[in-house]
């Protein structure tokens, strides 16, 4: 029997409590407000097929072989061009989904021990991310305008231990929901650049604000302390694993050899496709469906909770986009304990406590609005309320 | 002015001189057996186009979804009973290409200063996917019968030194075209048990036999001290990124929480095409076309060196399958230093050194008679003698 040893960054990589406990929110037949996917209703599958046919007719060699590291030409030529500040296609690295890109930063900035910052709360995935890179993940204080700057300053570090990055998601962020205000983008930025701290900017759900965009990102202030990710997950489908980052010449290169090490390339042929769907200002036409979905189905869960919570110490925010929503209930409840007995009741969330580093509120919970229909956001905040009465009874 | 401090790992990520060197080879007009590129000519462009007309019309919304992190459970099954020992497809985890295989092994197995072997010379790209979880990389003698199973046990290593594991190509090896008998398989699994050393088996050519399959491979001969590595990028197409691998019970969930880090999953829209083109046996039809292309490009390649390299103190060894030969240049020369005369010449390889972790061969180099025709082999083994001639003669 051979034994294996582990590399010890793979004892910390324990399956979470939370993994464990989200595994009973797949009962089949449930509501579930948990998962961060994008509603299907959206994925638009006939231009897929369309460009399929033509990457494979026109270009099929070509789109079935090896590739670049970079990235498919056309494609780094288009992102650059699509965002608000002045990209050059060579700082474009295509990523097998910006979760890769998550991965690639920590393999390039990351060191045992390193001190790394991230908004309280903050993405999963990201946590996961980095974790592996066995960094001390330091959580910055976050209100509704966003990261608190002076947390940020007292908890920066110094010297050899000064923070190597800090990880935001200034646009309606998983898991809050949150945008950042124009002040606020503005302070961090300039605050950074004084303290010498780069920024991970993760910008996944951007596009999808409701009635007023975004102010502009924090790269497009200063591109040269920033590395931008995105993906076409939100906006096309996840399913093909595209996304992107943005990073000044001083770490391009290296983070170009840990993507190649990682996988070689991002499929060829999912490039071209979504090149080939994108060149003619499709997403200016489909992306304002995808808004005006997840804004009516955002209203519709934020009227269900007004009814449905009625009197009942429950919070929640109002997001100007994105796909999720933050609750807090009240004093004194839990909710990975509400969780089991929601999932009893037909609605599925996931906990909040799954998205902090450390020091997590045990009373929030993030409710996504984007997969289930207007209908199921009815019944299920009723359910969600009727496990909430019920623990408060009990 | 932001400075970006990297991690060390990144210090070690350096260009190397042979990538640098490569690049002369991209010239317009040469003649290539550098690159490791299968042939396009084997791609199934027709049976691709289909499978994708019809998982967009089936199961579109699914296939463009967030999907499990194990990957598509149709191909994982698929993968199970394919393999010559009893699989379970709960032990399949699909990846971004083999190559993402390595990276997840690396993270999970390899802490910075771990001693692992390889045989030498070894696949580049396993060195560049080991390298960024910084260990200590050993090389192991090899023969034309594979591994040297002596020095194998002298560079084990004790303790806490002990080797994580042995990476090893046994089927027609990148770069050597090498096969491992089967007298040296089954001592190198009964060593490696003894040693309680794990082996990472990668078997990205096996199926690319010309006249006779190859013995069976070493995990199916200790299934619990192997991690095997497969792909379908040699027998389909590797522009669609799709590789597997298979893993004991102690180490897959780790394997599985490294992969949802890195990626979250491979894309499901890919899995599906692939497993629908080969759900009919549709391997057993194609693959045999491609051991004949390459078999004969073989032929065309070794007949074309017995012809030009008359009377020069040449090597080069007979492969049985797989995509590579490899060469011995005259004592005292470097392929390195041909290289840029050879490309003048109109001709390109991979100088040997590029394939070792230290103590390389200057007189090796890779040649690959895939990707080039029959035409074009002939020219480029001449522009290849000639270039030879004239180092020698200058």
Same mark, same amino acid.
């Given at each position: 029997?051979?034994?294996?040893?582990?590399?010890?960054?793979?004892?910390?990589?324990?399956?979470?409590?939370?993994?464990?406990?989200?595994?009973?929110t797949e009962k089949p037949g449930i509501i579930s407000?948990a998962?961060?996917?994008?509603?299907?209703?959206?994925?638009?599958?006939?231009?897929?097929?369309?460009?399929?046919? =033509?990457?494979?007719? %026109?270009?099929?060699? +070509? /789109? &079935?072989?090896?590739?670049?590291?970079?990235?498919?030409? *056309? #494609?780094? !030529?288009?992102?650059?061009?699509?965002?608000?500040?002045?990209?050059?296609?060579?700082?474009?690295?295509?990523?097998?989904?910006?979760?890769?890109?998550?991965?690639?930063?920590?393999?390039?900035?990351?060191?045992?021990?390193?001190?790394?910052?991230?908004?309280?709360?903050?993405?999963?995935?990201?946590?996961?991310?980095?974790?592996?890179?066995?960094?001390?993940?330091?959580?910055?204080?976050?209100?509704?305008?966003?990261?608190?700057?002076?947390?940020?300053?007292?908890?920066?570090?110094?010297?050899?231990?000064?923070?190597?990055?800090?990880?935001?998601?200034?646009?309606?962020?998983?898991?809050?929901? =949150?945008?950042?205000? %124009?002040?606020?983008? +503005? /302070? &961090?930025?300039?605050?950074?650049?004084?303290?010498?701290? *780069? #920024?991970? !900017?993760?910008?996944?759900?951007?596009?999808?604000?409701?009635?007023?965009?975004?102010?502009?990102?924090?790269?497009?202030?200063?591109?040269?302390?920033?590395?931008?990710?995105?993906?076409?997950?939100?906006?096309?489908?996840?399913?093909?694993?595209?996304?992107?980052?943005?990073?000044?010449?001083?770490?391009?290169?290296?983070?170009?050899?840990?993507?190649?090490?990682?996988?070689?390339?991002?499929?060829?042929?999912?490039?071209?496709?979504?090149?080939?769907?994108?060149?003619?200002?499709?997403?200016?036409?489909?992306?304002?469906?995808?808004?005006?979905?997840?804004?009516?189905?955002?209203?519709?869960?934020?009227?269900?909770? %007004?009814?449905?919570? +009625?009197? &009942?110490?429950?919070?929640?925010?109002?997001?100007?986009?994105?796909?999720?929503?933050?609750?807090?209930?009240?004093?004194?409840?839990?909710?990975?304990?509400?969780?089991?007995?929601?999932v009893?009741?037909g609605v599925a969330?996931?906990?909040?406590?799954?998205?902090?580093?450390?020091?997590?509120?045990?009373?929030?919970?993030?409710?996504?609005?984007?997969?289930?229909?207007?209908?199921?956001?009815?019944?299920g905040?009723?359910?969600?309320?009727?496990?909430?009465?019920?623990?408060?009874?009990?």
């Open positions: 029997m051979t034994t294996w040893t582990l590399a010890r960054r793979a004892q910390k990589m324990n399956p979470s409590v939370i993994r464990e406990i989200l595994k009973i407000f998962g961060g996917l994008p509603s299907p209703k959206t994925f638009p599958i006939a231009e897929f097929a369309a460009a399929s046919e =033509r990457v494979l007719r %026109e270009d099929g060699q +070509a /789109a &079935l072989q090896y590739a670049s590291s970079e990235g498919f030409a *056309p #494609l780094r !030529e288009h992102v650059a061009a699509s965002l608000p500040w002045n990209v050059d296609p060579n700082q474009v690295l295509i990523t097998t989904g910006s979760q890769q890109g998550l991965d690639l930063v920590a393999k390039v900035l990351v060191d045992e021990g390193s001190r790394i910052m991230v908004e309280t709360p903050t993405y999963l995935g990201a946590l996961q991310a980095f974790t592996p890179m066995e960094p001390t993940v330091v959580s910055v204080a976050s209100d509704e305008q966003g990261v608190d700057i002076d947390d940020l300053q007292a908890k920066m570090g110094e010297g050899a231990d000064a923070a190597r990055f800090l990880y935001v998601l200034p646009n309606f962020q998983n898991p809050t929901g =949150r945008s950042m205000s %124009e002040a606020r983008r +503005a /302070a &961090l930025v300039e605050r950074a650049a004084a303290l010498n701290l *780069p #920024l991970i !900017e993760d910008n996944p759900y951007g596009d999808l604000w409701f009635d007023a965009p975004p102010p502009a990102p924090l790269t497009a202030r200063n591109p040269e302390g920033c590395i931008y990710l995105g993906s076409f997950s939100k906006v096309l489908a996840p399913g093909l694993r595209l996304g992107y980052l943005v990073a000044p010449a001083s770490v391009y290169p290296k983070l170009l050899q840990a993507k190649q090490a990682a996988d070689l390339h991002t499929p060829g042929y999912n490039q071209r496709m979504v090149a080939e769907v994108i060149k003619d200002g499709f997403l200016d036409r489909h992306v304002p469906t995808i808004r005006a979905l997840y804004k009516s189905q955002c209203e519709a869960m934020l009227a269900a909770l %007004e009814k449905e919570m +009625a009197g &009942l110490d429950v919070q929640w925010n109002r997001p100007d986009g994105g796909m999720f929503l933050w609750v807090r209930l009240p004093e004194g409840m839990s909710a990975i304990e509400l969780l089991p007995k929601a009893e009741a969330f996931v906990p909040g406590a799954a998205f902090y580093a450390d020091g997590a509120d045990p009373r929030t919970l993030r409710l996504s609005f984007v997969t289930a229909s207007v209908e199921q956001i009815g019944i905040m009723a359910a969600l309320a009727k496990a909430i009465r019920a623990t408060l009874g009990g």
